[in-house]
């Protein structure tokens, strides 16, 4: 994970102000840096989405492949995730020094969307324990100013969202055998309902209290941090410690709680951000094709 120094001044001036609920930047404890979202933005994907939080920067796409499903699970497809850290994020990403944090954040992600709480699987299968559809998610960090998980979900329920999977018909041949034919309309497609896909919300324990969104430099006055993934409703689906300190039982209720209330607090805006980025969209492709 990208670091930086802070002196014993900065961390004293940092602690004093998230006590008083005053962090440097002007936010509460609670409150998220100003966010950016950006949906189809890579030509080449079936879906694809950028998300700009504060100085952090990441890009996601989504290609849709047909495979073959796994053993145990014959009637659902599945999702794949790759994380690469660009070396112009920060210079620790340089070499090989981003590969750790990438397998790290792919396995986060793993646990968080590939259940059956996150995402209806069933609907990427098309013949069940012949064929289904593997979403793979490419995610690229571009800039590191903390809080990676947050702003790495976020971009995928939005990609997600602006993925289009073309529709597929099933014929059978002479000899018994299966022919799949996908459309060429691209206005034939499938969409993937993400209602569920939760949000990752990271609280960093700073002092006696915590906060949401921090910045490298409050990440450098954390003991540690905990990981929650939450549901439009409120549901966790996953949750995990990271960090080198420890949490008492106290802090972690009351973390939880807190992530609770802001992730719930985060899904209806940015649902309402992409169906509206998604009309303009529309719109502006029927002007060009009447242009």
């Not at 994380?83 to 112009?88: K, L």
Request: charged letters at 25%.
């Amino acid at each position: 994970m990208a670091t930086v120094q802070v002196s014993e001044a900065e961390k004293v001036y940092i602690l004093h102000g998230i006590r008083d609920d005053l962090r440097v930047d002007g936010r509460g404890c609670e409150d998220y840096r100003h966010m950016e979202i950006e949906t189809d933005v890579v030509s080449n994907t079936d879906g694809s989405a950028k998300v700009t939080l504060g100085h952090t920067a990441v890009l996601v796409g989504v290609k849709a492949e047909i495979g073959k499903p796994r053993p145990m699970i014959p009637n659902e497809g599945y999702l794949e995730f790759f994380v690469d850290c660009s070396a112009n994020a920060t210079p620790e990403f340089e070499g090989r020094g981003g590969e750790e944090l990438g397998t790290n954040l792919s396995n986060v992600l793993y646990k968080v969307f590939s259940n059956k709480h996150s995402l209806d699987l069933h609907s990427l299968s098309i013949s069940p324990g012949e064929h289904c559809w593997v979403l793979y998610v490419d995610v690229l960090l571009l800039q590191c100013d903390g809080n990676l998980y947050d702003a790495i979900s976020i971009a995928i329920k939005a990609a997600l969202f602006n993925t289009k999977i073309p529709r597929v018909n099933i014929t059978s041949d002479d000899e018994g055998g299966k022919e799949i034919e996908l459309s060429d309309d691209p206005y034939d497609c499938m969409r993937v309902n993400v209602e569920n896909v939760p949000c990752i919300v990271t609280l960093c324990k700073v002092g006696h209290r915590h906060v949401v969104d921090a910045t490298l430099q409050e990440k450098a006055c954390s003991v540690a941090s905990l990981i929650i993934a939450v549901t439009h409703n409120g549901t966790i689906t996953c949750s995990r410690k990271v960090g080198g300190g420890s949490l008492d039982p106290e802090s972690i209720f009351e973390m939880t709680e807190t992530g609770k209330r802001v992730g719930k607090a985060l899904h209806a805006p940015l649902m309402k951000l992409l169906q509206q980025e998604e009309s303009l969209s529309k719109k502006r492709v029927r002007v060009g094709f009447l242009c």
